[in-house]
């Protein structure tokens, strides 16, 4: 099992940048894919990002291609989201999650994380 703890997020405006990170606890992290889902108010949480724990592959949401960027850092129990070009509507709670050995075609569907941070708000205005 690991703890997720999440930090970075903020007041941003339209066009920033944020970057949060999620440091886990725990001797098995290599061994958990790391996802990024947010919640808005009134919305159902949602899928952003996940990074597979075997082969580092990557899987996004379609919302955020090419402005969202998840890397992790083996050594220091961390994963990472560069979120650049924000825009108003990427305000939400935004959630670490890890599962273990999720498969990346599993990644995408909250059901298979079982550790969940206790997120972080991201707020970009207009």
């Known amino acids: 099992q690991v703890q997720l703890v999440e930090s970075g997020g903020g007041l941003v405006q339209d066009g920033g940048s944020l970057r949060l990170s999620c440091a886990a606890s725990?001797?098995?992290?290599?061994?958990?894919?790391m996802g990024w889902f947010r919640q808005a108010p009134g919305k159902e949480r949602e899928f952003v990002a996940a990074?597979?724990?075997?082969?580092?592959?990557?899987v996004y949401a379609d919302s955020v291609k090419g402005r969202f960027t998840i890397s992790r850092d083996n050594a220091k129990n961390t994963v990472y989201l560069q979120m650049n070009s924000l825009k108003p509507e990427d305000t939400a709670v935004y959630y670490c999650?890890?599962?273990?050995?999720?498969?990346?075609?599993?990644?995408?569907?909250?059901?298979?994380?079982?550790?969940w941070g206790q997120g972080t708000q991201v707020t970009v205005s207009s």
């Open positions: 999650a890890g599962g273990i050995y999720l498969a990346s075609i599993q990644a995408k569907n909250k059901v298979g994380y079982t550790n």
């Open positions: 725990g001797r098995t992290f290599t061994s958990y894919t």
């Open positions: 990074i597979t724990w075997s082969t580092s592959t990557t």
